[in-house]
Every structure is written in C-alpha cells, then in structure tokens.
C-alpha cells in the first residue's frame, strides 16, 4: 500500500467503552464551577465523539447511583462521584 498504516487508537478515540465515557462526565462535572444543565454538558463532549443517547444513558446510570445529582435540570458531582476521580 502506498499509504501508511494507521494506528488503531487514531481511529477511535479517547472514549472506548461506558466506562470511559463516565468517568469522562465525572472529570468535567468535577472541574465545572457550578451545577450545569444536560444540553451544556452534551456541548462540552460534542468533539469528543459521544452521541447523544449514550451521554443520555451514562448521566442517568451516574444519578441513578448517586454520583450525579439532578436538581431540577442543573446537574452537579456528589461526593461519592468525585470519590471516584481523586487525582
């Protein structure tokens, strides 16, 4: 072939599986300096290449186990999320 092979890891991504995506929302809600809403946080991983109905489904599994809370439409890192991120 003329061109070179590329790397496999280029093609994909940083995201790689759910995990990865949720710990990559806990690491942006951790560092937001106020709760934020769901369209905002869609925004900050839109070049990140996450689509919308696996973003949806981390953030409702991550309120769902008390890692996010929601209050109204503001969400914001419990805690136990930010347990999960120490540096």
């Not at 946080?41 to 949806?56: E, K, P, Q």
């Amino acid at each position: 072939s003329l061109w070179k092979e590329e790397d496999p890891m280029s093609r994909t991504g940083f995201i790689q599986n759910e995990m990865d995506l949720k710990l990559l929302v806990l690491y942006i809600m951790d560092r937001a300096v106020a709760p934020i809403t769901f369209e905002l946080l869609d925004l900050a991983l839109c070049d990140a290449g996450v689509d919308y109905f696996s973003l949806t489904e981390a953030v409702n599994h991550l309120t769902e186990t008390e890692h996010l809370s929601l209050n109204g439409e503001l969400y914001s890192i419990t805690e136990k999320g930010g347990g999960n991120i120490e540096n």
